[in-house]
């Protein structure tokens, strides 16, 4: 059974940053891809960003969050969301996802509120 567990969420001022990282029980490279969502109290769970691991660690970014936010591995079992100029709408619980051949696989979330 694969674990996913974020950290690094707290309380930010707009304009601030956090790296939320996720550390997986296993290599990351037994993975195809590695993502992280996010969900905003009465919203649908969104992707923020994913990274494709057995494709050159090609990247991919929601609209929302293109320029601000950064998305990166180490070369074992942890990847990393780099979030900056941070905003009051993206106040959310932040996932990490993995996927590989069989099935997707999700961590229990990190909040991150953006607040003054």
């Known amino acids: 059974q694969v674990q996913l567990v974020e950290s690094g969420g707290g309380l930010v001022q707009p304009g601030g940053s956090l790296r939320l990282s996720c550390a997986a029980s296993?290599?990351?490279?037994?993975?195809?891809?590695m993502a992280w969502y996010r969900q905003a109290p009465g919203k649908e769970r969104e992707m923020v960003a994913t990274?494709?691991?057995?494709?050159?660690?090609?990247t991919n970014y929601a609209n929302s969050v293109k320029g601000r936010f950064t998305i990166s591995r180490d070369n074992d079992k942890t990847v990393y969301l780099q979030m900056n100029s941070l905003k009051s709408e993206d106040t959310a619980v932040y996932y990490c996802?993995?996927?590989?051949?069989?099935?997707?696989?999700w961590g229990q979330g990190t909040q991150v509120t953006v607040s003054s």
């Open positions: 996802n993995s996927q590989d051949l069989n099935r997707s696989y």
């Open positions: 990274i494709s691991i057995m494709v050159k660690d090609s």
């Open positions: 296993r290599s990351i490279f037994s993975f195809n891809t």
